[in-house]
């Protein structure tokens, strides 16, 4: 089979990475990618969003299976584009129907969603600027701290939570007035839930599904977990306290309801579901659906994957997944992902990076990577991340964190504590 990739971050360098290994894969694209995926598939220089660039792409090479990574071509339908052309409709697209995609284009029908399937979620009301005095109402209701969110996707900003009641009301007005643009026309209140996060990661053809590793990421800029979000620092697979029991109940409760309301509710869905969740007490609770796999979750989950994933997909095409066999290494996985300095506010591109070819027992996934006169230099705030394995996640981050010493470039930066909490 000849695949395109669609992405251009660490995330991407992990499906090309696997998708590579398998031998039903025949010639690999990424649009756009990075100096990582370019030494091992053809980079093409194409926006994930451009759609009618990717239809000649998939048409000259005759690919036959695209891989969406990244969120906004799914929002923006890319899955329906494909559909609904004569030429592009036997392509598999491995992503869910626009309709599938507002699971996490918008917080609000996400919300509906879990109500309507009975999936454990935080209590919550939702508000637009006409009714501004009624959310300001029920934010007096509510025990601090509160939690707003912008119903439409806000580039991984939208979600405040905010301890001081007049701060919240004031934010929730200027929510509603634009402060995100469209996105937060409608603003999600929701019950604060208190207790750790996990996220569970399901690979689903609409009726069938596979639950795959869970991974913890570490959102935070610094050490801690203090300071700006970002797109993640670093993350491990698998989570030590989701134990069976704690996995179970997961499945019962809220994979099961999620795949079966998809079905019900009659919505294409062939990819994968991220299910951010909270443990509070011993129950889990759903804080968000993604349609698509973390970054940097991705660079511990598919690594542990021994099944071959271009059988796993062409099974998620089929609507076959539940015929398939998941076969996942039983240790654990580290990444940790370095950074620009500056990140995740301004940052300098362009610094060579030293040291790559000196990695022997871990993976360097590139991220935010170009080739320049025969270097690899840096292409943005995520750079790269650096995965290994061990029997314990302990000696896995020792792993990463000895050969992040034989890396460099200028005013890189990472998190030094990658698993402190558990
Ligand atoms: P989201 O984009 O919905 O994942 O929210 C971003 C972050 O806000 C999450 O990763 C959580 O840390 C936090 N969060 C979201 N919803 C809640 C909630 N109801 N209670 C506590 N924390 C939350
Ligand atoms: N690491 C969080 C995300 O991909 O949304």
């Known amino acids: 089979m000849n695949i395109l990739v669609l992405g251009s971050g660490g ?23 990075n100096a990582g995926t ?40 890319i899955y329906d584009y494909f559909k609904a052309d004569q030429q592009l409709e036997n392509v598999a697209v491995i992503g869910p129907s626009k309709e599938g995609a507002e699971l996490e284009g918008s917080k609000e029908r996400a919300k509906e969603f879990m109500m309507a399937h009975g999936i454990p979620t935080a209590a919550y009301q939702s508000f637009t600027a006409s009714t501004l005095a009624e959310g300001q109402s029920f934010l007096e209701t509510l025990q601090p701290p509160y939690v707003l969110k912008a119903d439409g996707l806000a580039a991984g900003k939208g979600v405040l939570i905010i301890d001081n009641l007049e701060e919240a009301k004031e934010e929730l007005a ?10 937060s026309a409608t603003v999600v209140i929701e019950e604060f839930l208190d207790g750790i996060e996990l996220s569970v990661f399901v690979l689903t053809d609409g009726n069938g599904y596979k639950v795959l590793p869970t991974a ?4 935070r800029i610094g050490e801690g977990d203090v300071g700006l979000n970002t797109g993640g620092m670093g993350a491990i697979s698998p989570v030590p306290f989701a134990d069976d029991a704690f996995m179970k109940k997961i499945e019962e409760q809220v994979v099961k309801p999620t795949v079966e309301g998809l079905s019900k509710e009659n919505i294409i869905y ?24 973390g970054d940097p979750e991705t660079e511990v989950v598919l690594p542990r994957i021994k099944s071959d994933l271009v059988q796993l997909f062409k099974a998620v095409d089929a609507g076959t997944i539940d015929q398939e066999i998941l076969d996942v290494d039983p240790r654990s996985a580290t990444t940790v992902m370095l950074v620009s300095g500056g990140y995740p506010e301004a940052y300098e591109k362009g610094k060579v990076i030293t040291g790559i070819d000196t990695i022997e027992d871990s993976l360097v996934l590139h991220a ?28 896995a981050i020792k792993k990463s964190y000895q050969n992040i010493a ?15 909490d558990l």
């Not at 929510?175 to 996105?183: H, P, Y």
């Not at 913890?216 to 959102?219: E, I, L, N, Q, S």
Request: hydrophobic letters at 40%.
């Open 368 to 395: 935010g990577t170009k080739e320049k006169d025969g270097k690899v230099v840096t292409n943005g705030g995520r750079v790269m991340a650096v995965t290994s394995f061990d029997d314990d996640f302990r000696k």
């Open 406 to 420: 034989k890396l460099g470039f200028d005013r890189m930066y990472y998190r030094k504590d990658i698993g402190f």
């Open 174 to 183: 200027k929510m509603l007035e634009g402060k995100f643009g469209d996105a």
């Open 11 to 33: 995330r991407e360098h992990t499906f090309a990475y696997k998708l590579a290994q398998s031998p039903q894969c025949d010639r690999l694209f990424v649009a756009p990618g």
């Open 216 to 219: 913890k990421d570490y959102k």
């Open 38 to 77: 370019a030494q091992i598939a053809t980079n093409v220089e194409i926006a994930v969003t451009d759609f009618e660039a990717i239809k000649s792409l998939v048409l000259k090479e005759g690919i036959e299976m695209v891989v969406v990574g990244p969120e906004d071509p799914l929002v923006q339908g």
């Open 270 to 293: 062939k990819g994968f579901v991220f299910i951010g969740l909270i443990k509070v007490g011993d129950e889990p609770k759903v804080i968000e659906y993604n349609v698509r796999m």
